[in-house]
């Protein structure tokens, strides 16, 4: 794909007349697009191109840390519908950077074993750690407790499946009336979001950790949990089980590949981007890895080529 970089710049410098651009205002804007979108600083990014086309440095700027921290902050927002309540919270940036900066496939975000500190979001990679990623953090488990009068954790069990797949639903107002434990939640308006789908809320609910306590002694508790059948009559067995399940689907693939989509071109794509979507289910499906996902969109002869 590199081999076209330049042969693109000088078939637009000697196509075009009175706006002529010579190769290097080309590459500078190719390089001021992508450092824009990375977060990594302008004149660095020119300096380090030393006779490169800008895309020959995608992967390179990729691995700095100002991308990886720029990539976390677009990560949290689309993960989180409100920012953390203290620091504890906000534990998904350091983990992405965590996953990023050690080289680690992208699922590891969702079933890798490490700690975050919740003092201070330092991970620590932890073998006797489940293997729940940042969603077996005591901030991330706070976050999500909700108010459930069952203790059933609702919000985390449709966070994970929004952080994973994407899955959408939004509750409306007359959601929230009348009996709102999981009897309540049987009744005919409830029960298309809460059981009767292949990812039925109170079902996942039932392999996540319950709510124990009121008020401000309320924490996280891990209960014995029993096999649920989920995502089209799959039987799940524990949160552990659910983690692999859903990062190992076409959806997880095909949410990482938007979400990758959005943070590069700042919106969703459209039908007609179809081959390049497809060409980031390919990179990503290969490796796993989202600096492919985010490269084959970067990296793209078009990204340069479209006057922004
Ligand atoms: C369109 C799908 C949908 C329908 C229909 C729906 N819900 Fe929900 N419900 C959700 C989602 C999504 C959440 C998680 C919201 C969040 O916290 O992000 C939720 C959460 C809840 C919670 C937990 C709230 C919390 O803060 O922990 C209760 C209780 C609840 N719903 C009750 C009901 C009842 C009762 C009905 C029927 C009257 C109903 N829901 C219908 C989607 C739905």
């Known amino acids: 794909m590199l081999r076209f970089g330049l042969p693109i710049l000088l078939i637009l410098f000697t196509t075009s007349s009175a706006s002529a ?20 600083g302008y004149r660095a990014s020119l300096i380090s191109l030393m006779g490169g086309t800008p895309q020959s440095k995608v992967r390179s700027w990729l691995e700095s840390r100002d991308a990886i921290a720029t990539f976390g902050g677009f990560i949290n927002s689309r993960f989180n519908p409100q920012p953390g309540a203290n620091l504890a919270e906000e534990g998904i940036p350091s983990a992405v950077r965590f996953i990023m900066s050690n080289k680690k496939p992208w699922k590891q975000l969702f079933t890798g074993r490490f700690t975050i500190n919740h003092t201070n979001n330092i991970i620590m990679e932890d073998a006797a750690a489940p293997a729940l990623g940042y969603f077996g953090s005591r901030g991330w488990q706070y976050r999500y407790l909700g108010n459930a009068p069952d203790g059933l954790l609702l919000s985390a069990a449709y966070r994970t499946m929004q952080n994973t797949i994407g899955l959408k639903l939004v509750p409306s107002a007359a959601n929230g009336e009348g009996d709102a434990t999981a009897t309540g939640r049987e009744r005919p308006e409830c029960r298309g979001c809460h059981f009767d789908s292949p990812y039925g809320l109170d079902l996942v609910a039932r392999l996540l950790p319950r709510k124990v306590g009121v008020g401000g002694a309320a924490k996280p508790q891990l209960v014995a949990v029993t096999p649920q059948t989920l995502f089209n009559g799959l039987q799940v067995r524990d949160h552990e089980h659910l983690l692999e399940v859903l990062t190992s689907s076409e959806a997880f693939r095909f949410r990482t590949c938007r979400l990758a989509f959005e943070f590069v071109y700042g919106r969703p794509e459209s039908a007609c981007e179809a081959p390049m979507f497809d060409r980031c289910m390919e990179a990503f499906s290969r490796t796993g890895m989202v600096q492919d996902a985010l490269a084959s969109y970067l990296e793209d002869p078009q990204y340069c080529e479209a006057v922004p």
Do not use: F, Y
Request: with cysteine; net charge positive.
């Open 21 to 40: 651009q010579t190769p290097d205002e080309a590459a500078q804007r190719c390089t001021r697009r992508i450092s824009n979108v990375l977060g990594v």
